[in-house]
């Protein structure tokens, strides 16, 4: 059964850390690009990084650049994003994306994940 399963959200305060996960089965990830998107209350989900098939490249929101780290795992088949210094408008539901192409736009994605609730509050 072809799955992607997120795992490692919470509640924390502003300037904590969290480490999300991005499990596959049923495919390979390391063949696939993996998006990590979000979505807040009343907002648009928004893509905030991405990293490429085989790990080569990765790309981030401008928002969140320099705070979250996108990596992959190839011998767990899962992909991580490495959160810290979490401002409360992080809150939102992340979910990860599979697609056997490219980072960037024009391609949809393949699989997706349920979701796991981020809620940054003092």
């Known amino acids: 059964q072809v799955q992607l399963v997120e795992s490692g959200g919470g509640l924390v305060q502003p300037g904590d850390s969290l480490r999300l996960s991005c499990a596959a089965s049923?495919?390979?990830?390391?063949?696939?690009?993996i998006g990590w998107f979000r979505q807040a209350p009343g907002k648009e989900r928004e893509g905030i990084s991405c990293?490429?098939?085989?790990?080569?490249?990765?790309y981030y929101l401008d928002s969140v650049k320099g705070r979250f780290t996108i990596s992959r795992d190839n011998a767990k088949n899962t992909v991580y994003l490495q959160m810290n210094s979490l401002k409360p408008e992080d809150t939102a539901v992340y979910t990860c994306?599979?697609?056997?192409?490219?980072?960037?736009?024009?391609?949809?994605?393949?699989?997706w994940g349920q979701g796991t609730q981020v809620t940054v509050s003092s």
């Open positions: 990293i490429s098939k085989y790990g080569g490249a990765s």
């Open positions: 994306a599979a697609r056997p192409s490219w980072c960037g736009d024009g391609i949809p994605y393949n699989f």
């Open positions: 049923g495919f390979t990830l390391n063949d696939y690009a």
